[in-house]
């Protein structure tokens, strides 16, 4: 299992995520780093703590209100991460041209998906292998701009997202995003049923207990930012369970 750093970037500046209230964003505050600029944040996430896979929303791109497109690509030189980027792409133009600008992974967010058949279309495509869907939720039902998905319960969406073709799936958790209440071990152990290669659990982690429950369900990787930067999580704690 691997512990994933997020990079949430709204207005140029790494924010901190609470609940997914995006009005409410501030910068990030971290004992990592004295800034909120998204390369210092990075160098602090490669230096400090050896992570080499990173997740990065690029909240303007999400929002339709900018892009952060150039600094994610600065990251990914400088620093060479894995990198899983949403960027809010809803088409396989949009997938493809995050794929194109040379990141690992393009993730499709179920927030800004319009359609099952534009999933199908990405699906379909020769880059399905840099595929990752999150599945967005908050308080128990799934969030889409896709009629067919708005407001469904989190394992049916997952299944329907399974019969389109996904494989890989981050579960995120939007009320927990930030707020140190721990994961959904119940809802991660269900979506393991359906015979995804990945999965992947977000939003909410409080410390190294919950890195262990998490590896004991098989989680294939963890999405943290909040316990990175308030030290709940050490990089000796990152260490132990990626043994």
């Known amino acids: 299992m691997k512990v994933i750093p997020v990079l949430d970037i709204l207005g140029g500046e790494v924010v901190h995520a609470v609940a997914g209230e995006r009005l409410h964003y501030k910068p990030v505050k971290s004992i990592l780093v004295d800034s909120p600029n998204p390369l210092d944040v990075a160098r602090a996430f490669r230096e400090k703590l050896a992570r080499t896979s990173l997740y990065a929303a690029d909240l303007d791109a999400i929002t339709g209100s ?61 880059i399905r292998e840099q595929v990752i869907a999150s599945l967005d939720v908050k308080f128990q039902r799934t969030l889409s701009r896709c009629v067919k998905l708005s407001g469904l319960e989190p394992v049916e969406a997952a299944n329907l997202l399974y019969e389109y073709g996904v494989r890989r799936l981050i579960l995120l958790e939007l009320e927990r995003v930030g707020t140190l209440r721990g994961p959904n071990f119940k809802l991660l152990e269900n979506l393991w049923k359906i015979p995804f290669d990945k999965v992947f659990a977000g939003g909410g982690v409080r410390g190294k207990d919950d890195l262990w429950v998490l590896k004991k369900l098989n989680i294939s990787g963890v999405l943290v930012a909040s316990a990175l930067h308030t030290g709940r999580l050490t990089l000796k704690d990152l260490l132990d369970v990626e043994v």
């Open 66 to 126: 900018g892009d952060n497109g150039k600094v994610l690509s600065e990251i990914k030189q400088k620093f060479n991460f894995t990198m899983m980027v949403d960027a809010g792409a809803a088409t396989l133009d949009d997938a493809l041209k995050i794929i194109k600008q040379g990141f690992d992974y393009v993730v499709l967010g179920t927030e800004t998906l319009h359609s099952l058949d534009a999933l199908k279309n990405i699906m379909d495509s020769p």
